[in-house]
């Protein structure tokens, strides 16, 4: 099909609309420059710092991969979860029990982790995104508790409330990894391949189809998209990542606990996403970091008072940074977001 | 006539006690450039939801082609070529123009499923295309939230359009449009290739009359007649229909002022 275009002068109303502001991006130069120096800072990490703090940031850094696997349903497809906690804890057991009866090659049990989170998360998905709003947040809540539940009480398989403990260390070609400085760049090569991995979906027309249909599923639908085939996948995807994170976990902290699948571990990562932004990727991540310093390196000297310390945080954050961290980086750029007009449109 | 694209036969919808869609059989043959109209509350709106699959209909069929698509879901008729613009504009308010078009030029180009966003070349270059056809080139990096009224009906209409339809049916297209801007959607329309089938709902009647080669009545729910242009305007039954809200003066060639109540 080809419509000719009309001569310009048919609307006038268009040609004399001020230019539009073409949304402004720092300059590319800036971004590529920004992201090499960030990633020699990280791999720096282990030359400079003490074998402390260089686990402190590859737990950082797990958590910022499970952060942004959730903001994949959250920020991307507007499905807020409050069990993603589970396909982590999931991906941390599988980690745990495959390297310990079986082989404890790095790259196999990560990979086994995010299989075993993304088929766990294709299991319960397709009763939950057929639900939405507080209905999907109910689900998944249950969803969460459950899987808590059998990590309690399957104690011959995981440990039961003691926890699955005496993971050996990762190896990568048969050679344990046993210096932090080695575990922690495994951890970060994985963490770079699994957030090009959520930045490739994000970016790509399945990307594009999961941000309709978070801003209006109707309209999808009469676009031709079925939406529910979309939210399964999307689940299922943000699953295997949240797996790949707690396969890694398993491997950096060689200890994995019931809680490490339950409630307060989802209720953390979902206010690392409002902390950072959500939809962003990004921000999500640096939450991520925000919530594992203050809940794990200040949160000890408070004397147990570190989740107060966080929730001040998170309330002060809600009230300073709406749109989170990555909001702020948007008003830096004078790239405001028009306000969204609620009212004038029929419900789909 | 060639065989209808559109055949409604028996077509009702009823909530509650309320029969919004009555018995409606209707023929729109391929090609055509079908009008539908009615005072408010007559079920155009309804009938149209009734055909792309967003409301289930309570007894009839409706036939895309000859098939029966009537027990089809709203996504799978949209994949048969029924593509549409609502009522009230709905469109990803947080996305960019482009972005709006892109989701639905995405479908019909084969990349929805390519992780490389370099392989969208042709899903891009149609955007860019309709986005100039209908008068948004300069906005095409503008959040939709931020546009007026009238722009938005634009971009629904790109929207629409960029689904490549066999049948469009555009609800309102014009509303809140400047006359300006209600030209170049008539000129836009007046474009579409043949293979385009159009079902047109619209209060302003210089459009339809501009636009469409025959027209359907529709009063209560019920097809009041269905005809060429000419005879709607002479028709006295249409105008019996009209009397009631005030508007006799509609079907009169005189372009008073009884036109700006329209709408």
Request: glycine fraction near 10%; charge should be positive.
């Amino acid at each position: 099909m080809s419509v000719q275009s009309l001569p310009a002068e048919t609307a006038p109303g268009a040609a004399a609309a001020p230019a539009a502001p073409r949304r402004r991006r720092p300059p590319r130069a800036l971004t590529a420059v920004l992201a090499v120096a960030l990633l020699a800072v990280l791999a720096a990490v282990p030359l400079v710092a003490d074998p402390f703090s260089t686990n402190t940031v590859s737990r950082i850094l797990v958590f910022a991969l499970f952060a942004m696997s959730l903001d994949l349903l959250v920020g991307l497809t507007g499905l807020p979860s409050l069990g993603h906690a589970a396909w982590f804890g999931v991906g941390a057991y599988t980690a745990g029990l495959v390297s310990t009866h079986w082989t404890s090659e790095g790259l196999v049990t990560v990979l086994a982790a995010a299989v075993a989170g993304a088929l766990a998360a294709a299991a319960t998905g397709w009763l939950a995104v057929r639900s939405g709003g507080v209905y999907f947040l109910m689900l998944t809540l249950a969803i969460g508790e459950l899987v808590h539940q059998l990590a309690q009480s399957l104690s011959s398989v995981t440990g039961g409330s003691n926890g699955l403990f005496g993971i050996p260390s990762i190896r990568v070609a048969g050679t344990p990894l046993t210096l932090a400085g080695y575990v922690y760049w495994f951890v970060l090569a994985v963490v770079l391949l699994g957030a090009l991995g959520l930045w490739l979906v994000a970016a790509s027309p399945f990307g594009a189809a999961l941000r309709g249909i978070r801003d209006n599923e109707g309209r999808m639908r009469s676009l031709g998209y079925s939406p529910f085939r979309y939210k399964y996948l999307a689940f299922a995807l943000a699953g295997g990542f949240a797996g790949l994170a707690g396969g890694l976990f398993a491997g950096l902290v060689r200890i994995v606990n019931p809680s490490d699948a339950g409630f307060t571990t989802s209720a953390l990562m979902l206010l690392a996403v409002v902390l950072g932004g959500a939809g962003t990727l990004w921000g999500p991540a640096l939450g991520a970091a925000v919530v594992v310093l203050v809940r794990d390196t200040f949160g000890p000297t408070l004397e147990g008072h570190g989740p107060l310390l966080l929730g001040l945080v998170f309330i002060v954050a809600v009230y300073v940074l709406p749109r989170g961290v990555a909001g702020l980086a948007d008003l830096r750029r004078g790239r405001r977001r028009a306000v969204l007009p609620g009212t004038d449109e029929a419900p789909a | 006539m060639s065989a209808p694209l559109l055949s409604l036969s028996g077509v009702t919808r009823s909530f509650g006690a309320l029969t919004a869609v009555d018995d409606v059989t209707l023929d729109v043959p391929a090609g055509a450039r079908h009008a539908l109209i009615g005072p408010n509350g007559a079920g155009k709106s309804t009938l149209f939801k009734l055909v792309t699959g967003a409301l289930r209909v309570s007894a009839g069929t409706v036939a895309l082609a000859g098939d029966d698509v009537t027990r089809l879901s709203e996504p799978q008729r949209a994949r048969r070529g029924i593509s549409q613009t609502l009522q009230h504009s709905s469109l990803f308010l947080s996305q960019t123009v482009e972005q709006n078009v892109l989701l639905a030029a995405q479908r019909q180009h084969r990349s929805r499923h390519s992780l490389v966003p370099r392989r969208q070349a042709a899903a891009r270059e149609r955007t860019r295309e309709l986005l100039a056809d209908v008068g948004l080139a300069e906005r095409a990096g503008t959040p939709v939230a931020a546009l007026s009224h009238g722009e938005r009906r634009q971009v629904e209409v790109a929207v629409a359009l960029a689904c490549e339809p066999t049948l469009l049916l555009l609800d309102e297209p014009a509303a809140g449009m400047s006359p300006a801007e209600s030209a170049r959607l008539v000129g836009l329309l007046q474009t579409l290739p043949g293979s385009v089938t159009v079902v047109i709902v619209e209060h302003d009647l210089d459009v339809v009359f501009a636009l469409a080669t025959s027209v359907t009545v529709l009063h209560l729910g019920r097809v009041l007649l269905t005809g060429d242009p000419d005879e709607v305007r002479a028709s006295t039954a249409v105008q019996q229909a009209y009397l009631g809200t005030g508007r006799e003066a509609l079907f009169l060639d005189d372009p008073g002022p009884s036109r700006t109540e329209v709408g």
